[in-house]
């Protein structure tokens, strides 16, 4: 069974881009969750979907967005770029995001600049 | 607020010796708490869990320890290989809520 894929695995943007990153959940899961993981703040929830609804949202600025697309595969956007924005941005999927376990992709290396 | 805490950023351990890895939380709602393994450029691992229900879960090498009354939980890696040095991450998470919460992580480094 494949595991979760990110793509790209890295990106350099400029202060004021959008970007828009993607993952593709381990085929059978439906739950599609993302993190942000920074030197200083650890790895923070961003939001959940299932079943292509958002259904749990973390405490980040709107300029952070996500969506799922009805093979549950999901995309998460970031508008506006700011230098903070640079992260480790990690996606997990599990069947029904009320599972035991959630399994990571490698995720997505962005720098701002 | 940070409701998951690992207090200890790094451990370094002889190899073939226990490496005990420490978790603190403060929200009482948590029900379920897991422990990831993550390397350089690569996402985090899944390694064990426990449910509050139990104080006890164990896996080969690794066991976890839930202490409900003092929201303490630990990690054993019994006997530690050098394939273990790795950031270690505590993660929580509330009943019928999809979000997990993460500690800061602890790197373990086995030395030979």
């Known amino acids: 069974k494949a595991g979760v894929t990110q793509t790209p695995r890295y990106l350099i943007k400029t202060r004021g881009q959008q970007v828009t990153l993607s993952c593709s959940p381990i085929s059978g899961h439906r739950s599609v969750s993302w993190y942000q993981q920074t030197p200083g703040q650890g790895l923070q929830f961003l939001f959940e979907?299932?079943?292509?609804?958002?259904?749990n949202k973390g405490n980040f600025p709107g300029r952070f967005s996500g969506r799922q697309f009805s093979n549950s595969r999901s995309e998460m956007n970031v508008s506006t770029l700011e230098l903070g924005d640079s992260a480790l941005y990690l996606c997990?999927?599990?069947?029904?995001?009320?599972?035991?376990?959630?399994?990571f992709g490698q995720g997505t290396r962005l720098t701002v600049v | 607020d940070q409701q998951v805490k690992q207090n200890s950023p790094s451990l370094s351990v002889q190899e073939g010796r226990i490496s005990i890895l420490n978790c603190d939380y403060t929200n009482s709602m948590f029900d379920y708490f897991l422990w990831y393994k993550k390397y350089p450029a690569e996402g985090p691992t899944f390694l064990i869990s426990?449910?509050?229900?139990?104080d006890k879960n164990e896996d080969g090498r690794f066991t976890v320890f839930l202490n409900k009354s003092a929201k303490h939980l630990s990690l054993h890696i019994v006997p530690s290989q050098p394939g273990d040095s790795a950031v270690y991450f505590c993660?929580?998470?509330?009943?019928?809520?999809?979000?997990?919460?993460f500690g800061q992580g602890t790197r373990l480094t086995i030395n030979p």
């Open positions: 979907y299932f079943s292509e609804t958002q259904r």
């Open positions: 997990a999927s599990s069947e029904t995001g009320y599972d035991t376990e959630a399994f």
């Open positions: 993660a929580a998470r509330r009943q019928g809520a999809q979000k997990l919460v």
């Open positions: 426990i449910s509050s229900i139990k």
